[in-house]
């Protein structure tokens, strides 16, 4: 509770609305509050003394206040907030004012100046300049009809010399050398390409290295959370930094913007049997392989394994013929006579017949019913031929596919979490995940640009990536973590996933002076708040926020997330995010208190990457077929962290955790002062609770000697701590 002098004079008080609080905690009880009230009243005094406090006395009043507001009162206190106001942590990547950034400014202030006069009364526009400037990119073209200073600013007429986004441009997918911004250019550093073309993030306990892009740095940074000022700022960063990821990809997607987002390379047609098999979670795989069974210690060692389970399923389990050679029929004709032999071979297993799986794959694609119609003929002639035997080749390709097949991975995650995934009765929901979830996500020329090799066919491409990014730890970890955050996640997760990844591209508006303007999608990068899509059926839709905050707790696109104070309290972004940059410095340390607080939440990715560098080996080693490696690293993590008295290990915090707060330091400005007067307010703003005038209470410490007193902090932590200054 903080109450700034301008919250004071609107008639707010967070100091008389904490006593309300507490007396109301106290129902009938009148007398702890007022000893409470006391208590703080002599606290605040010793506190604002102008010579050295009595340190013991000072400790007896904070102690007593903490043990009189504990029964009824608690929150939960970060570590280290209390010792020091740190900056560890924090990235300040620097950026350099070019020459075209200038003549953005330049013209930017002639077309303010150049607009409608200002009315009496009315303030000049032209004051606005430099924080307009300093922080959107573009100002005349992304700013848009809802600021003043963009309405009356001259926008209509062509300057020569005038830095500017045309269409042209756009549809060659043609992104200047440089972009004219000076954070702009430093966060395309931050987040590269390279980063944000990842279909998904990596995971923070890799079962195998992480092969591929996920391997190049900063392949395994999460997500970035951006928090602005201004509202046109999120939308111009979303559209700008997905642009320049597409034209990072020009070449590949043959320099045309509108093909590149209309292409959809796993488009499907009734000449096209391989796809559903590419997507087909069969349940016989899902069931009876586990990349983790043997307890493998490398890729190789997986592949190895996966190839004795398959080999054993059929010879064993199913009794077909395993041949030492022969021929290699392709996987969409192996897939339908598996699962027709595991139905007549094992007809106790539980998992869908063959007529059922038919109706199954009927259902998920009810839209292109005619071509699955002819796709399933073709199915049902291999099905009914049956599998007496197989070649080596066939196994080595069934095994391949149990371990990269996107469906069959996304089944295998779910089915380590509930069983009954691959029981009839659900088995629609997990077929559906992935026909109608994973397969129209991946369906983009951007990830085709970006996964495949020189004349490497798109479905070749995308089992090496499931492999590559460990997307199976991936779906794990995301399933643990989600199960630990609300009990229904896992049952929902299968029925949810196609909305979550089937989040469609934002669409804002750029104005072009001298011409009409044109529009620029984002997906990358997207901004938190209601937005316009592409309808399905054209026309425009509306993409609300609640749609965008769970995609981007999910570990697929959006990579970026650009906000302002509207996502500031209140929301959690922390679940595959550990990377936030302070775009525009905020004006209070509540502010950046509150920023900082929607990343650093219980079993946020910080914490889960610093655990599984400490605990991978005993994790991976211990755990086999069946289980989620998660759990077992939770077992682990409780033990090593069992005398914690605080509380928060290891799941709020931990040793090794890192959260990167990041600012871009520009060159002659006062950003670096400021924020470090922001973060050692914040450091003192704790002091202030229960105190009147809070701010005033703050700058006065603040310029108080440092002898000792800003340690005693009150901690209201449920755990009874080790404390700093007692």
């Given at each position: 509770?903080?109450?700034?002098?301008?919250?004071?004079?609107?008639?707010?008080?967070h100091?008389?609305?904490?006593?309300?609080?507490?007396r109301?905690?106290?129902?009938?009880?009148?007398?702890?509050?007022?000893?409470?009230?006391?208590?703080?009243?002599?606290f605040?005094?010793?506190?604002?003394?102008?010579?050295?406090?009595?340190?013991?006395?000072?400790?007896?009043?904070?102690?007593?206040?903490?043990?009189?507001?504990?029964?009824?009162?608690?929150?939960?206190?970060?570590?280290?907030?209390?010792?020091?106001p740190s900056?560890?942590?924090?990235?300040?990547?620097?950026?350099?004012?070019?020459?075209?950034?200038?003549?953005?400014?330049?013209?930017?202030?002639?077309?303010?100046?150049?607009?409608?006069?200002?009315?009496?009364?009315?303030i000049?526009?032209?004051?606005?300049?430099v924080p307009?400037?300093?922080?959107?990119?573009?100002?005349?073209?992304?700013?848009?009809?809802?600021?003043?200073?963009?309405?009356?600013?001259?926008k209509?007429?062509?300057?020569?010399?005038?830095?500017?986004?045309?269409?042209?441009?756009?549809?060659?997918?043609?992104?200047?050398?440089?972009?004219?911004?000076?954070?702009l250019?430093?966060?395309?550093e931050?987040?590269?390409?390279?980063?944000?073309?990842?279909?998904?993030?990596?995971?923070?306990l890799?079962?195998?290295?992480?092969?591929?892009?996920?391997?190049e740095?900063?392949?395994?940074?999460?997500?970035?959370?951006?928090?602005?000022?201004?509202?046109?700022?999120?939308?111009?960063?979303a559209?700008?930094?997905?642009f320049?990821?597409?034209?990072s990809?020009?070449?590949?997607?043959?320099?045309?913007?509108?093909?590149?987002g209309?292409?959809?390379?796993?488009?499907?047609?009734?000449?096209?049997p391989?796809?559903?098999?590419?997507?087909?979670?069969?349940?016989t795989?899902?069931?009876?392989?586990?990349?983790?069974?043997?307890?493998?210690?490398?890729?190789?060692?997986?592949?190895?394994?996966?190839?004795?389970q398959?080999?054993?399923?059929?010879r064993?389990?199913?009794g077909?013929e395993?041949?030492?050679?022969?021929?290699?029929?392709?996987?969409?004709?192996?897939?339908?006579?598996?699962?027709?032999?595991?139905?007549?071979?094992?007809?106790?297993?539980?998992?869908?017949?063959?007529?059922?799986?038919?109706?199954?794959l009927?259902?998920?694609?009810?839209?292109?019913?005619e071509?699955?119609?002819?796709?399933?003929?073709?199915?049902?002639?291999?099905?009914?031929?049956?599998?007496?035997?197989?070649?080596?080749?066939?196994v080595?390709?069934?095994?391949?596919?149990?371990?990269s097949?996107p469906?069959?991975?996304l089944?295998?995650?779910l089915?380590?979490?509930?069983?009954?995934?691959?029981?009839?009765?659900?088995?629609?929901?997990?077929?559906?995940?992935?026909?109608?979830?994973?397969?129209p996500?991946?369906?983009?020329?951007?990830?085709?640009?970006?996964?495949?090799?020189?004349?490497?066919?798109?479905?070749?491409?995308?089992?090496?990536?499931?492999?590559?990014?460990?997307?199976?730890?991936?779906?794990?970890?995301h399933?643990?973590?989600?199960s630990?955050?609300d009990?229904?996640?896992?049952?929902?997760?299968?029925?949810?996933?196609?909305k979550?990844?089937?989040?469609?591209?934002g669409?804002?508006?750029?104005h072009?002076?001298?011409?009409?303007?044109?529009?620029?999608?984002?997906?990358?990068?997207?901004?938190?708040?209601?937005?316009?899509?592409?309808g399905?059926?054209?026309g425009?839709?509306?993409l609300?926020?609640?749609?965008?905050?769970?995609?981007?707790?999910?570990?697929?696109?959006?990579?970026?997330?650009?906000?302002t104070?509207?996502?500031q309290?209140?929301?959690?972004f922390?679940?595959w995010?550990?990377?936030?940059?302070?775009?525009?410095?905020?004006?209070?340390?509540?502010?950046?208190?509150?920023?900082?607080?929607?990343?650093?939440?219980?079993?946020g990715?910080?914490?889960?990457?610093?655990?599984?560098?400490?605990?991978?080996?005993q994790?991976?080693?211990?755990?086999?077929?069946?289980?989620s490696?998660w759990?077992?690293?939770?077992?682990y993590?409780?033990?090593?962290?069992?005398?914690?008295?605080s509380?928060?290990?290891?799941?709020?915090?931990?040793?090794?955790?890192?959260?990167?707060?990041?600012f871009?330091?520009?060159?002659?400005?006062?950003?670096?002062?400021?924020?470090?007067?922001?973060?050692?307010?914040?450091?003192?703003?704790?002091?202030?609770?229960?105190?009147?005038h809070?701010?005033?209470?703050?700058?006065t410490?603040s310029?108080?000697?440092?002898?000792?007193?800003?340690?005693f902090?009150?901690?209201?932590?449920?755990?009874?701590?080790?404390?700093?200054?007692?």
């Amino acid at each position: 509770m903080y109450s700034s002098r301008q919250d004071e004079a609107a008639g707010l008080s967070h100091h008389q609305d904490f006593f309300q609080l507490i007396r109301f905690l106290f129902e009938t009880d009148t007398k702890k509050p007022q000893e409470i009230e006391r208590a703080f009243l002599a606290f605040g005094t010793l506190m604002l003394a102008r010579e050295t406090p009595d340190f013991e006395r000072l400790a007896k009043l904070r102690d007593e206040i903490e043990g009189r507001l504990r029964p009824v009162l608690s929150r939960t206190e970060r570590p280290g907030v209390m010792a020091s106001p740190s900056n560890e942590n924090f990235v300040h990547p620097p950026s350099a004012i070019h020459p075209e950034d200038l003549r953005v400014f330049k013209n930017w202030v002639g077309r303010l100046k150049e607009g409608k006069s200002p009315r009496r009364g009315r303030i000049d526009l032209t004051t606005f300049a430099v924080p307009y400037w300093l922080s959107i990119p573009l100002p005349i073209q992304m700013m848009g009809s809802g600021y003043l200073a963009w309405r009356d600013a001259e926008k209509e007429r062509r300057r020569r010399d005038e830095p500017v986004l045309r269409s042209a441009q756009r549809d060659r997918l043609g992104a200047p050398r440089g972009w004219p911004h000076p954070q702009l250019r430093a966060l395309n550093e931050i987040v590269s390409p390279e980063r944000l073309a990842l279909p998904w993030v990596a995971p923070s306990l890799p079962w195998w290295d992480l092969q591929g892009p996920w391997a190049e740095p900063g392949g395994t940074g999460g997500k970035l959370l951006i928090f602005s000022r201004f509202k046109a700022v999120p939308q111009t960063l979303a559209s700008l930094m997905s642009f320049n990821l597409e034209c990072s990809f020009a070449q590949r997607l043959r320099r045309n913007y509108k093909r590149a987002g209309e292409a959809q390379p796993l488009q499907f047609k009734e000449d096209r049997p391989t796809l559903p098999a590419l997507f087909f979670p069969s349940p016989t795989l899902i069931a009876f392989t586990d990349p983790r069974r043997d307890k493998p210690a490398n890729l190789t060692e997986v592949r190895s394994s996966m190839r004795r389970q398959v080999g054993e399923l059929l010879r064993d389990r199913l009794g077909v013929e395993v041949l030492r050679s022969g021929g290699k029929r392709p996987i969409w004709k192996l897939l339908p006579a598996l699962e027709h032999a595991r139905e007549r071979g094992d007809p106790k297993s539980g998992l869908p017949s063959w007529q059922e799986l038919r109706a199954h794959l009927r259902d998920a694609s009810a839209s292109q019913s005619e071509a699955m119609k002819q796709v399933l003929t073709q199915w049902d002639e291999f099905a009914l031929s049956g599998l007496d035997s197989v070649t080596q080749s066939e196994v080595a390709a069934l095994a391949d596919f149990a371990l990269s097949g996107p469906g069959v991975v996304l089944g295998r995650a779910l089915y380590r979490f509930d069983r009954s995934y691959v029981a009839n009765e659900n088995f629609g929901t997990v077929l559906n995940a992935s026909w109608n979830g994973l397969r129209p996500y991946l369906n983009r020329a951007l990830f085709q640009a970006a996964l495949t090799r020189r004349g490497q066919p798109y479905t070749r491409a995308i089992p090496d990536a499931v492999v590559a990014g460990n997307l199976e730890s991936v779906i794990d970890e995301h399933l643990w973590i989600a199960s630990k955050l609300d009990a229904d996640a896992v049952t929902r997760f299968a029925r949810d996933l196609p909305k979550i990844v089937g989040l469609h591209d934002g669409r804002y508006g750029v104005h072009e002076p001298g011409k009409k303007g044109f529009s620029l999608r984002c997906h990358a990068a997207m901004p938190f708040a209601d937005a316009k899509v592409e309808g399905v059926l054209g026309g425009d839709d509306r993409l609300r926020t609640d749609d965008m905050r769970r995609s981007f707790n999910s570990p697929f696109w959006p990579h970026v997330l650009a906000t302002t104070s509207l996502g500031q309290e209140g929301l959690d972004f922390h679940v595959w995010c550990r990377q936030l940059l302070h775009w525009d410095l905020c004006a209070s340390p509540i502010d950046l208190e509150q920023r900082e607080g929607r990343i650093q939440r219980f079993g946020g990715l910080s914490v889960r990457s610093a655990l599984a560098a400490k605990l991978k080996e005993q994790t991976l080693g211990a755990t086999g077929a069946g289980s989620s490696p998660w759990a077992a690293l939770a077992d682990y993590a409780e033990r090593e962290f069992q005398y914690d008295r605080s509380g928060r290990s290891p799941w709020w915090s931990c040793p090794g955790e890192k959260t990167e707060r990041i600012f871009i330091v520009l060159p002659q400005s006062r950003r670096t002062l400021r924020f470090n007067q922001l973060s050692r307010l914040r450091w003192l703003y704790r002091l202030a609770l229960g105190q009147p005038h809070q701010q005033d209470f703050i700058e006065t410490i603040s310029e108080l000697a440092h002898d000792g007193r800003q340690k005693f902090a009150l901690r209201l932590s449920a755990w009874k701590d080790e404390r700093v200054g007692s």
